[in-house]
């Protein structure tokens, strides 16, 4: 079972930027396609991006496409969130995890990291 660690969260005002990082346990992390999820308070946890193993291939979440950027680097076991112009709305805790099913719900994810806390001020 990977396990997962986030950082790189923090606390930054509108309009500026934070690199989010979850590295991974286990080596074979470079085989599975991996995602970030966010929770804002008394919200349900949201999909924000995933990545494929060979970083081939991302897809976004609407809200934050344009903005926010995944990447990995599989020689380091960890995958990457920088996102830009970030608004109050992008504030959550975030969250990477391994997909394990096709498609894009919280359901086809899991081994679910601790979490990362992102407050953006306006």
């Known amino acids: 079972q990977v396990q997962l660690v986030e950082s790189g969260g923090g606390l930054v005002q509108a309009g500026g930027s934070l690199r989010l990082s979850c590295a991974a346990s286990?080596?074979?992390?470079?085989?599975?396609?991996m995602g970030w999820f966010r929770q804002a308070p008394g919200k349900e946890r949201e999909f924000v991006g995933r990545?494929?193993?060979?970083?081939?291939?991302?897809r976004y979440a609407d809200s934050v496409k344009g903005r926010f950027t995944i990447s990995r680097d599989n020689a380091k076991n960890t995958m990457y969130l920088q996102m830009n112009s970030l608004k109050p709305e992008d504030t959550a805790v975030y969250y990477c995890?391994?997909?394990?099913?096709?498609?894009?719900?919280?359901?086809?994810?899991?081994?679910w990291g601790q979490g990362t806390q992102v407050t953006v001020s306006s």
């Open positions: 990545i494929t193993w060979s970083a081939g291939n991302t």
């Open positions: 995890a391994r997909q394990y099913r096709l498609g894009f719900g919280e359901a086809d994810f899991g081994s």
């Open positions: 286990v080596r074979t992390f470079t085989t599975y396609a």
